[in-house]
């Protein structure tokens, strides 16, 4: 499965700004589906936002529309999550997630390791 590194995370006050990454170890082609999932203590891990292969379509979560973006180069086979107006309730460890689909069917589902972020006063 595709190896993925996310980075970028931290600890930042609410109403700041944060931008993860995601490298994968290989080419990325049209056919992977590019999501980041977040996990909070306590909670189950949810989907915040995903991003077709070609770019043409993304999805967020409800929580988080209008405040992150989700974009992807595939030259460099790297996802971006640019994350603004951070509120604590977005604190949670954000996973990189890299779906193979063909004709319908989904191929492989590979993770990241994760990268916390932090919001607080």
């Known amino acids: 499965q595709v190896q993925l590194v996310e980075s970028g995370g931290g600890s930042v006050q609410p109403g700041g700004s944060l931008r993860l990454s995601c490298v994968a170890s290989?080419?990325?082609?049209?056919?992977?589906?590019m999501s980041w999932y977040r996990q909070a203590p306590g909670k189950q891990r949810e989907l915040v936002a995903s991003?077709?292969?070609?770019?043409?379509?993304?999805n967020y979560a409800d929580s988080v529309k209008g405040r992150f973006t989700i974009s992807r180069d595939n030259a460099i086979n790297t996802v971006y999550l640019q994350m603004h107006s951070l509120k604590p309730d977005d604190t949670a460890v954000y996973f990189c997630?890299?779906?193979?689909?063909?004709?319908?069917?989904?191929?492989?589902?590979?993770w990241g390791q994760g990268t916390q972020v932090t919001v607080s006063s």
């Open positions: 290989e080419i990325v082609f049209n056919s992977n589906l």
């Open positions: 997630n890299a779906q193979r689909w063909f004709l319908g069917q989904r191929l492989s589902d590979s």
């Open positions: 991003i077709t292969g070609d770019s043409t379509s993304t």
